[in-house]
């Protein structure tokens, strides 16, 4: 055996006389003689082209196996799945969305478990791709490197994907004929990379990079770009860099990097989903993370960047002006970043930022410290009758802070979608979507297509909307999600009866169903559980395993 440290974990599958057949099926995928003797390199790519954000990861896995092999390893490539959220979003299929978190951070586990590999670049396109890749890389805990895809370019008339699903609801209300929907349709998603706005894609690339688990400015670069290929070459070498330095994915992905990657979302606007998914990887390395270290940090975080979906600007536009590095640098003067966090740099964080230079004067995305564009966080942690283990609200203050309203009640999101564009739904009502949570969707379905339709027919300040499934990055509006226990579980949202009376506030960060605990109790004792949805297959598996939201909704939990 070699005692090369780099090799730990290839040298008992390729040397010595026993491992024999080990190397001839390795030869046969291209090995030499000098081959065995170098680091592997595992390339976990996402690439399929079943959705424009992972359609151009294979050619960037390639570069990120150039990038291993000029550095002296040798590079292997592998596929894990990706679904489309933007396809499936308001139907069946999109429960199983947050299921392949967990599919692809097994599948990453699985594979350079049984294959050996000594480090990993691991390359991710699209919401879930993201974290199920770190939660894969942190389970293994070998040198790593996150890549992410980039995004993509602006539709026409500075249109994405939300505009598409928001020109339905606007059809709906008769804002815009047929044809003007067909256009948009036609032109918002012009290629390769991840939706253009502040939406769950972009919010978790730039959370990792914040973390230290990607090179700096790989969370802002678009999809296609010289400046892409080279971050991903440059990944590829960087493994090399953390094998010669024993830095693994554990050492950098600390407490304090967690609350580095927290304000940094904060600062741009960035999706709920990154509540959900930032208490998953932590929970995956043994970090204490809950809910409400979203409340404390977001007490001293201001929102900073004018982003979509609630801002005028796309990640493109970002990028143009320097990414989130200047970003970053401006938090970390002011003390709200922790500096002396490692990096897959073998660097820390704020060597990393140490010669990085300031927005343009003339640009208008990021504001400063001193004017921002909400004085604390947009994300609130609320709790209450309602959610007693608390609720992900995503409130920027356009929409108002406090909301009181009658409930509408619905089983399902279907059910929601046909009464908001049916005109049932009228201003000050709360739609309650229930039975959509982890377990009793199961899966956690995103509500983006009722949130575009409350947008899309001019009633987001007049109507909210709360569920115990979750949002999409792009959704918009007065919505709060995640509330636990859900309602499959017997949470007091499954307790609501349309009429009922409930008041937000998110300034006090509170939840409340305006009923009698006598009454909640009587209501409690004819409550029936719903029967398994599934009974066999992922979905069913993911029920009876998966924790609920406020703990990361993992399906591993310790």
Partial sequence: MSEDKRRRYSSPVVDGLGKSASRAMLRAVGFTDEDFNKPQIGIASTWSNLTPCNMHINGLAEEAGRGAEE????????????????????????????????VIADSIETTAGCEGFDGLVAIGGCDKNMPGCLMGLARLNRPSVFVYGGT?????????????????GAH???????????????????????????????TMASAIEAMGMSLPGSSAQNAVSDTKLADCRAAGAAVLNLLDKDIKPRDIMTREAFENAITVVIALGGSTNAVLHLIAMANTVGVALSIDD????????PVLADLRPSGHYMMSELVAIGGIQPLMKMLLEAGLLRGDCLTVTGLTLGENLADVAPYPESQKIVHALQDPIKKDSHLRILRGNLAPDGAVAKITGKEGTYFTGKARVFHS????????????VVAGDVLVIRYEGPKGGPGMREMLTPTSAIMGKGLGKDVALITDGRFSGGSHGFVVGHITPEAAEGGPIALVENGDTITIDAEANTIDLDVTDDVLNSRRARWQPPKPKYTRGVLAKYARTVSSASNGAVTDDF
Avoid at 152 to 168: R, W, Y
Avoid at 417 to 423: L, N, S
């Fill in 152 to 168: 993509i370019q602006p539709g026409a008339n500075h249109t994405d994907l939300i505009s598409v699903f928001e020109a339905v």
């Fill in 294 to 301: 979203f409340t404390e940090i977001g007490k001293r975080v």
């Fill in 71 to 102: 550095a002296g390893g040798k590079s292997l490539t592998f596929n894990t799945i990706t679904v489309s959220d933007g396809i499936a979003n308001g139907t069946e299929g999109m429960k199983y969305s947050l299921v392949s978190r967990e």
């Fill in 413 to 424: 999101e279907e059910e929601a979608q046909e009464r908001i564009m049916d005109g049932t």
């Fill in 172 to 202: 709906a209300k008769g804002d815009m004929d047929l044809i003007e929907v067909k256009q948009i349709e036609e032109t918002a998603v012009p290629g390769p990379g991840s939706c253009g706005g502040m939406y769950t894609a972009n």
